[in-house]
């Protein structure tokens, strides 16, 4: 325990505190004293002292080690709390009686209890909306549960579609060179793998191929050959998109009556 009274301003101290001796001068601030000293072993003691308009009354007990560094100093501070806080802002002290811990905040003084001090003083709020898309974790968590908004590697319950859609219907000639034939309304405008199923009607039109728009390797193309001797008329692919979402066929003979349809997509 350390009580000062009546020391004049600038005076000199020579303190012993749990085998360490602290040495320094009495500064004087507007409202009230501070000492600072400095420890022979290193360390450091600060405290502001409280004018009692008598003398200066005890404001902190401290202890440590030779090796603590304390400080408490403006705008956190320790006071010994006796029926009002000091009003000074920043003021902080902890009232036996009440067992709670009193603050000065705005020119007033608040109680919290010493259980309660994180989650009062502390606020956790929930900071989901800060996330944004492109930002320094490049992930958008808001309104989300558990999952990211970001793309993940596919999952087969949730991107593989079936969505049995006729992409050509037969009524005009399969085209005999290279054409686009746009899935985009189906699978959208991104790269997609494709399921397409191919039915033929009485006219032959040969060599099928089918390829990604753009492809121009002929052994990356997928192609099968039906003609009027085949038992099967009916034919399936499996056939990536661009970036866009089109592909790209063409028939050996351009005859009516060929349908495609894509069955599913996984994008």
């Known amino acids: 325990r350390l009580a000062l009274w009546n020391l004049a301003e600038d ?53 440590g080690t030779a090796a603590a560094y304390f400080q408490m100093t403006r705008p956190f501070r320790i006071s010994p709390y006796a029926g009002a806080l000091v009003a000074t802002e920043g003021m902080f002290g902890y009232d036996g009686d009440d067992d709670k811990l009193h603050y000065r905040d705005a020119g007033a003084e ?24 492109g930002g320094a974790d490049e992930i958008s968590v808001a309104g989300l549960s558990g999952e990211l908004a970001d793309d993940q590697p596919p999952k087969a319950h949730t991107h593989l579609t079936v969505a049995e859609t006729e992409v050509f219907d037969g009524s005009g000639n399969c085209p005999s060179a290279f054409t ?9 405008e991104n790269p997609a793998l494709v399921y397409l199923v191919v039915y033929r009607g009485a006219n032959d039109c040969g060599l099928c191929q089918f390829r990604k728009d753009g492809e121009t390797i ?39 009556g060929v349908h495609v349809l894509v069955e599913a997509f996984i994008k």
């Open 11 to 63: 005076a000199y101290l020579n303190l012993i505190l749990n085998d360490l001796m602290f040495t320094g001068n009495l500064i004087g601030y507007t409202d009230g004293q501070y000492l600072s000293a400095r420890g022979e072993t290193g360390g450091h003691l600060f405290f502001k002292a409280q004018d009692t308009g008598v003398g200066l009354a005890e404001v902190a007990r401290l202890q």
């Open 110 to 133: 608040r109680v919290v209890a010493r259980e309660d001090l994180f989650t009062t003083l502390v606020a956790f709020n929930d900071h989901s909306a800060r996330h944004e898309n």
């Open 180 to 188: 686009d034939l746009d899935l985009s309304a189906v699978v959208g």
């Open 218 to 256: 002929d052994w990356k193309e997928c192609l099968a050959f039906t003609d009027i001797y085949n038992a099967s008329h009916r034919f399936s692919f499996l056939v990536p998109t661009s970036d866009t979402g089109i592909i790209e066929w063409k028939c050996q003979n351009a005859v009516l």
